[in-house]
């Protein structure tokens, strides 16, 4: 087991109806004044948003609302949500919804106490110092955000999505309640299940041999949040199923699973070569969520890249689907292992998910300006299981049409 840090320092408040306690929570963090940030318009629908604000009314917090976040955040509303952070003199910001948003909350956050462009940080011109308290409701299991040390924002006019990484950012308190992902689509239910099992595997397929507390962490999750994603296709409402799927999107990305596998420290856990190839796509193409892009990007990485660790491989094929190998040939290490894979896209397509870049309407023309601005983020090589060059890279994505 290799050494690590390891630091989640957010206050999780989980529980069925648990969305109400938002303004109470948000005061104990001594805020007066918060930023509400939304997204396109599912939290007024379904009536959360109004939920919120009579909480915070309760809890005697001041707010002003900023909605408009749309998936795949971009940084010009960032910039609006700094000004008017600013403005109305804000002590937190608080996010409802999912990962876009508490993105966008995270980068108004740390943006806001700073007098250059927010941008600056995602270019590595500016290194992050003080942010603003974040706090969140979290509306769908997915990106992890609300746990996590990552924030990820798209610049359109640069066609880029540049990702910037800090305990600094992590949420004070995230309020979990499954009953008010009850609305979600199944294909966001989908996308964001697939994201979730992504997270787990960047990490577990990392360079260290095995680690088993961690390993076997990794695979209890895949394989909770597989049955639990199979049961609320069939059953949306379904309430221990979508809180099994909430907690396992916060574990799978809160580096718990990370945990002895990582190359240094301080360092995350693994290469993140799939999210990596995935960012691209949803960096040119907005309208792609993030996790149905990974559902296409993952099986295709591990089918080009297996051979380089059949350990890794075979600890996979047994902790998640339960299969080993016949014989010591390559042969049944081979079977083993693509079983493995194959069980795995199986999955993903059951969902609803896509099998191939094609199935999300993307054309292999593309794939030259994802691979220009895939160079300009990661450089010629990237990844740690097999590292990965520009070629490799353009393979990984032809492969999966
Ligand atoms: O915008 P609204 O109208 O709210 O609709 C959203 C959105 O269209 C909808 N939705 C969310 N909760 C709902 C709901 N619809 C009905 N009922 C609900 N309860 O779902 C759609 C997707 O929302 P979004 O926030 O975009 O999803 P997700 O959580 O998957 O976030 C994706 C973003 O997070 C980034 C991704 O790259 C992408 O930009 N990531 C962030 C990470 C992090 N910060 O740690 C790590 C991830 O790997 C990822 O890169
Ligand atoms: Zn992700």
């Known amino acids: 087991m290799n050494d690590f ?10 529980g069925r109806g648990y969305a109400d306690r938002i303004g109470g929570e948000v005061a104990a963090l001594g805020a007066k004044r918060a930023l509400l940030v939304y997204g396109g318009g599912s939290v007024v629908r379904t009536g959360l948003l109004a939920r919120v604000t009579v909480s915070l009314d309760a809890a005697g917090v001041g707010y002003v609302e900023l909605g408009g976040v749309r998936p795949n955040p971009e940084v010009g509303l960032v910039r609006k949500g700094i000004e008017l952070a600013r403005r109305e003199q804000v002590d937190l910001v608080l996010a409802v919804g999912g990962g876009s948003v508490i993105d966008t909350s995270k980068a108004i956050a740390f943006g806001t106490s700073y007098q250059g462009d927010v941008w600056d940080f995602f ?21 992890g955000s609300e746990a996590s040390g990552s924030c990820v924002i798209s610049n359109d006019e640069l066609g880029l999505k540049k990702g910037v990484n800090g305990d600094v950012f992590r949420p004070r308190v995230a309020v979990l309640d499954p009953e008010v992902t009850f609305t979600l689509p199944q294909y966001q239910t989908a996308a964001g299940a697939t994201d979730i099992i992504c997270h787990i595997c960047e990490r577990f397929f990392s360079t260290a041999g ?14 909770a949040v597989m049955d639990a ?28 699973c990370g945990c002895g596998r990582s190359s240094a420290p301080t360092k995350r856990a693994g290469g993140w070569e799939s999210h990596g190839l995935e960012h691209e796509i949803s960096a040119h193409r907005p309208e792609v969520a993030h996790g149905a892009g990974l559902a296409v990007i993952l099986p295709a990485w591990m089918r080009y890249v297996w051979r380089a660790n059949t350990e890794r491989f075979l600890a996979f094929a047994k902790g998640v689907f339960d299969v080993e190998p016949v014989d010591q040939t390559d042969e049944a290490t081979e079977d083993a292992i693509t079983y493995a894979i194959d069980e795995l896209q199986r999955f993903l397509v059951s969902l609803g998910m896509p099998r191939t870049l094609g199935d999300l309407g993307l054309s292999q023309d593309e794939v030259d300006g994802w691979l220009q601005t895939l160079r300009q983020n990661k450089g010629e090589r990237f990844g740690e299981l097999r590292p990965l060059t520009m070629e490799d890279a353009r393979a990984i994505y032809l492969s999966a049409f």
């Open 210 to 223: 095995p680690v088993p507390v961690t390993d076997n962490i990794c695979c209890g999750i895949i394989r």
């Open 5 to 14: 840090v390891f630091q989640s320092p957010t206050r999780f408040v989980f």
């Open 229 to 256: 994603a199979t049961t609320v296709i069939a059953t949306p409402d379904d309430y221990d199923a979508r809180a099994t799927i909430m907690w396992s999107g916060t574990l799978a990305h809160n580096d718990l």
């Open 123 to 143: 270019m590595r011109k500016a290194t992050i110092g003080a942010c603003l308290p974040i706090a969140c409701v979290l509306t769908i299991p997915a990106a």
